[in-house]
Structures are given as C-alpha cells and as structure tokens.
C-alpha cells in the first residue's frame, strides 16, 4: 500500500501561480511513477502530468504544456506540481496518483490515490 496525501490547493486569480505537494507514505516511494490527474464535479477524471520513477522522463496533457512543471524528491518521498499562468479551466480537484507503470499512469490509470487538493481559479 501506498498512502498518498496532496496540499497546496487554494483559491487563486487567473494568470497566478500555485504548488500543489503529494507525500506518499508506506511501500518504496521511489519504485513508482507518480502523476496527477485532475477532476471537474460531473466530469471525468483526466490526466494532467506524469514523472518516472527517477525523474529524468516527464508526460504531460496538451493544455498545460509550457504552464506546468512536475517533480519529484524520492529522498523526502515528495512529488510536486508546479502550476504557472493559471486559467479558469485549470479549477478542479487535483489528485495525486502513482502507478509502476508510466505508461499506463500517463492514460489515466493508477495503482493508488490520494483524496485531492482543490484549486479554485477567479477571473
């Protein structure tokens, strides 16, 4: 088992920034690919970015390309997503998600989740 909890959400204005932090406790942190994934009340929940287990590949959907920056920390068992030029359509619930396979992590699918961390956008 892997226990995942986000923070860093918040409410922000359009063209603001925000940190999103997962820390993952329980199996080795480090054997997984993490990733984040993103969901709208009533919406599907979607794919937002992907790390490997090292953090030397990273995967991210087309709309926040340029925008969004993910890492990781192994040694503090740390993933983050950095959020830049924030949009109205970046509001949702942002999930953290890890998965031994990237591939499959990078088309939705997960081994464990955390609960998410809300991100509220206003214009």
């Known amino acids: 088992q892997v226990q995942l909890v986000e923070s860093g959400g918040g409410l922000v204005q359009a063209g603001g920034s925000l940190r999103l932090s997962c820390i993952g406790s329980g199996r080795s942190f480090s054997d997984y690919a993490m990733g984040w994934l993103r969901q709208v009340p009533g919406k599907e929940r979607n794919f937002v970015a992907a790390i490997n287990w090292s953090g030397d590949s990273t995967s991210y959907v087309d709309s926040v390309k340029g925008r969004f920056t993910i890492s990781r920390d192994n040694a503090k068992n740390t993933v983050y997503l950095e959020m830049n030029s924030l949009k109205p359509e970046d509001a949702a619930v942002y999930l953290c998600?890890?998965?031994?396979?990237?591939?499959?992590?990078?088309?939705?699918?997960?081994?464990?989740r955390g609960q998410g961390t809300q991100v509220a956008i206003s214009s």
């Open positions: 998600a890890a998965h031994m396979n990237f591939q499959r992590l990078q088309e939705g699918q997960y081994s464990f």
